[in-house]
């Protein structure tokens, strides 16, 4: 075979063998707070966003503190997250591009039935924390560094408890998710703090049920940010931005609306709201 031959033959194997390689890689890691997947949210629009762009995402489900830790390494392009103060200073410090808000929704006080500190119905959760830990009724933390924790801390903050210092026994950490959180509140006739899109799709309730919501410090929002390319070369900010993009146009906005547990809307798109 000529040289020439032997050359054409040589490229072409190499784009034969590139080409699964170039397909696979259109793909993103995104790292995510637990209530994103557990509540069914991606399994809803990752399809919708892959049928468009061809773009794969692979979500790494973890508490917002570990979300935006995976950022700060560098092994996810983007962290899709519900705490402002942490995600503020994830770009301030020069780990994410820029924050998007990308859409709301809130946190509930779940209670038991019996509802030991009297708590049922109230409007202001300060008030009811304040109960909850006077009457030492058992409250289940998740302890995580996530969004839903950092909430709480705030919470027991803005009613004048330092909780690091006056928890007791009634006061349950147990480092892992909302889902296992709630399973333990379930399980031991407990308090908990969670965001209402986990309380709305968890099947495990029991004796378990809405005890405050509407205070307007219960108000949760989400954000989303392109890791930085410049502390980190191999992130793939084309495509991670693309998903940014579309996650805050019009049609995503749409399908996060769309997304439905048993006819209720869990999540709320606010891109378009200054300063969300």
């Given amino acids: 075979m000529k040289p020439r031959h032997l050359l054409v033959l040589a490229i072409a194997l190499a784009t034969v063998v590139a080409a699964p390689a170039l397909a696979q890689d259109k793909s993103i890691v995104v790292s995510s707070t637990t209530s994103t997947n557990d509540t069914g949210l991606f399994g809803h629009i990752l399809p919708i966003f892959k049928q468009k762009t061809g773009i794969e995402v692979k979500v790494v489900s973890q508490g917002t503190g570990q979300a935006l830790?995976?950022?700060?390494?560098?092994?996810?392009?983007?962290?899709?997250?519900?705490?402002?103060?942490?995600?503020?200073?994830?770009?301030?410090?020069?780990?994410?591009?820029?924050?998007?808000?990308?859409?709301?929704?809130?946190?509930?006080?779940?209670?038991?039935?019996?509802?030991?500190?009297?708590?049922?119905?109230?409007?202001?959760?300060?008030?009811?924390?304040?109960?909850?830990?006077?009457?030492?009724?058992?409250?289940?933390s998740r302890g995580d560094k996530s969004g839903t924790h950092t909430a709480e801390l705030n919470l027991w903050k803005a009613a004048g408890i330092d909780i690091a210092a006056g928890k007791g026994p009634w006061y349950r950490e147990i480092g892992q998710g909302m889902g296992a959180a709630l399973n333990t509140a379930s399980a031991s006739n407990a308090y908990v703090l969670a965001d209402r899109g986990t309380w709305l799709a968890f099947k495990n309730r029991g004796d378990l049920a809405i005890v405050v919501e509407g205070d307007k410090r219960l108000f949760n929002q989400y954000g989303v940010i392109l890791v930085n390319p410049a502390k980190h070369p191999h992130v793939k900010k084309d495509l991670g931005q693309a998903f940014i993009d579309w996650l805050v146009s019009p049609e995503g906005q749409k399908a996060i609306a769309d997304f439905k547990v048993n006819g209720q809307q869990l999540f709320f798109p606010n891109a378009a709201t200054p300063g969300a």
């Fill in 69 to 140: 830790d995976t950022g700060r390494r560098g092994d996810s392009d983007v962290v899709f997250v519900h705490a402002r103060g942490p995600e503020e200073k994830f770009v301030a410090e020069g780990f994410g591009v820029k924050r998007f808000p990308v859409m709301y929704n809130d946190f509930v006080l779940i209670g038991p039935g019996s509802d030991p500190a009297g708590v049922k119905g109230a409007k202001d959760i300060t008030a009811a924390l304040e109960a909850i830990k006077d009457k030492g009724a058992t409250f289940i």
